[in-house]
């Protein structure tokens, strides 16, 4: 379908739709972790945009890092030294794990860009931690403010957040066309989509969908019908290892990634205080196994299995990925007490890392549809 390539478009020009936003004066704020209000950046119409990697050699990062750090963080930080990212404004994190947070402080040390902020982020959903986010985000509010020489408004803060879950519906729907028996649209094509909804403005996405939306019924070429897989595990920024899963018999009808329904799952509910409904909605989402309520994620990825279909999953772990290594065991322990085979792919976010595990992923596919 030719609006798929339009998707496609924006993450392989993710760069120059960057630039030419700053072009029009508006700023542009990097960020990585999917506990950044998105809806706080829109509203002082700026472009959030999402820090992504490249599968590439990352030589110049290798004499900052250790051979032991995650490669995703690695990736995004060489990008970085080579002034992919120099066109940023800014650049806003979150504590999700000890590389991210580390590489915060190189990226704050070794670029040029002018603004940066840490959004300290509870690991915990308490009304404590409740209370404290919401100070954290106002913090967050001003310091745009201050820095950018603007006012945020709440008028555009609601805005923002009508903007966004319209959003969020519309990747909704998009997910619904998976739970058919005979899916309209493969993992790899959902991924582009995902991803490109954090690189470009959410109005453009939101009329990008709806066109979709409306010509997909009609579609002539359906993907192939496979082993019906969720995916989980660390950053993928890539469609590269769906490519793999989808040429070898397999096809992903659902996932649990920060690159997925993580991000865009739960919507921000109508408040008269919208920073406080901000700060819930993000305190609240699909857990990622950084934080303490495992229970919930765990939750959410059986739902997804008996929503859609799920024969099996696939857990891919970014080599040296700490919350996802340490979740992986007991994830698995718990989906194969329900009788859900899942396989654990252990990988680096290089082209090297991602040849190897085609044979181990056609193996795992053969054997599910082996099973009775």
């Not at 080579?82 to 794990?97: H, I, K, Q, W």
């Not at 709440?154 to 959003?167: D, F, G």
């Not at 397999?250 to 991000?263: E, M, N, P, Q, S």
Request: with cysteine; aromatic share 8%.
């Amino acid at each position: 379908m030719r609006i798929l390539q339009s998707f496609r478009n924006i993450l392989s020009e993710r760069h120059d739709i960057a630039r030419s936003w700053k072009n029009q004066n508006k700023p542009v704020i990097g960020w990585n972790s999917t506990y950044t209000p998105e809806e706080i950046i829109h509203a002082m119409d700026a472009l959030p945009v999402r820090i992504l990697g490249s599968t590439k050699p990352t030589m110049l990062a290798d004499a900052y890092l250790p051979r032991n750090a995650c490669s995703f963080a690695r990736s995004t930080f060489d990008l970085a030294l080579r002034s992919s990212y120099a066109y940023l404004d800014g650049f806003v994190t979150s504590n999700s794990c000890d590389n991210f947070n580390k590489t915060y402080d190189l990226w704050r040390h070794c670029t040029k860009i002018p603004y940066f902020h840490f959004i300290n982020t509870p690991h915990t959903n308490t009304q404590k931690a409740h209370d404290f986010f919401h100070q954290e985000i106002t913090r967050f509010k001003e310091s745009l403010e201050e820095t950018f020489k603007t006012t945020i408004t709440n008028k555009k803060i609601q805005h923002s957040i009508q903007l966004c879950n319209e959003n969020r519906d519309l990747l909704k729907k998009i997910y619904d066309l998976r739970k058919r028996d005979t899916p309209l649209i493969n993992g790899t094509e959902t991924l582009e989509i995902v991803l490109s909804s954090m690189l470009t403005s959410k109005s453009e996405h939101n009329t990008l969908l709806k066109q979709l939306l409306k010509e997909i019924e009609t579609r002539i070429d359906p993907p192939k019908p496979g082993v019906r897989l969720l995916i989980t595990g660390s950053m993928m920024g890539t469609p590269d290892l769906l490519n793999i899963i989808e040429s070898v018999g397999g096809i992903a009808v659902a996932d649990d990634l920060c690159t997925g329904t993580r991000y865009f799952w739960t919507l921000v509910q109508t408040d008269k205080n919208p920073i406080k409904a901000i700060s819930k909605r993000y305190l609240n989402k699909i857990p990622s196994p950084s934080r303490y309520n495992w229970e919930e994620r765990v939750s959410h990825i059986k739902n997804m299995i008996k929503q859609f279909n799920v024969e099996a999953v696939i857990n891919f772990l970014l080599k040296f990925c700490d919350t996802h290594m340490f979740d992986a065991p007991l994830l698995t322990e718990e989906l194969k007490n329900q009788g859900i085979h899942v396989l654990n792919v252990e990988w680096e976010h290089t082209r090297s890392g991602i040849a190897p595990i085609k044979n181990r992923i056609e193996a795992f596919i053969e054997t599910i549809k082996g099973v009775p």
